[in-house]
């Protein structure tokens, strides 16, 4: 896979990566709005194998399990070891990503115990908002509004998120998958991290938006500065590259 195709498929990570954000700003939309709610949804137990598969066994095993109703996410397994395994589908990218409303996006992540702390109360609340049919701008005025009033708590040092699912779906754009690794945080130079530089393995873009050209739709949102990271093998064990999922 190519490092242009890497960075697409970053896009549907949740975040955009690297030197293709302006591109998929500058898109089109290709889902301009919401599809039925029924092509969200996934079978109970296919949903918890796909959740479960973002992960080694060693942890997603004894991780909480969430999958998507019709109110929002639900507990569908109770975890003891402070993860939490999910299928994020596209509306929880960033807000300008092209494919912010297509149904076919299926990203198993699972994320560590500051994640679960601290990101995963924005996926609730986003996921509540679009299973109530609420637009983009609503459910950004509604995310703006938990942080203004302490509803939704400060990003914890040190969140991540494993993205290593063989099956997960995540971008209509070329090889629809890449294993990986996702870490947010505050940092607010990608280069402290050696992001972009020749030969870094290392990707970044901020979380909520692609592209920064009306800083307004950042007022009142926190800085946050995602990593990704591309890692060799799928959570099973076996190594990246072609497969026929």
Known sequence: ?????????????????????????????????????????????????????????????????????????????????????????????????????????????CLNPQAARSILPIAFLRSRMVMAGRSKAEILSAIKAAFENRQLPDLESGAMVYMMSKSAYLTDEDDHNVPHLMFFTAVMDAKDWGSGAAGSPVMSAPYWFFSSKEPSQMKGLPPILVFLVVVADWSDGTPAGKHND
């Not at 290709?30 to 969200?40: D, L, N, S, T, V």
């Not at 598969?53 to 999958?67: C, G, M, N, W, Y």
């Not at 929880?92 to 409303?101: G, K």
């Open 1 to 109: 896979m190519s490092r242009e195709s890497e960075l697409t498929i970053g896009f549907a990570l949740v975040i955009a990566m690297g030197c293709g954000v302006s591109n998929a700003a500058a898109q089109t939309d290709k889902y301009p709005r919401m599809a039925a709610i029924g092509q969200y949804l996934m079978e109970k137990n296919a949903e918890i194998q796909l959740a479960r598969s973002a992960a080694p066994d060693s942890i997603s095993r004894d991780a909480t399990i969430l999958v998507l109703g019709r109110q929002g996410y639900e507990t569908a397994v109770e975890g003891k070891n402070g993860f939490v395994c999910m299928v994020e589908r596209g509306w929880m990218a960033a807000f300008d990503w092209s494919e912010f409303w297509n149904p076919k996006v299926r990203a198993a992540d």
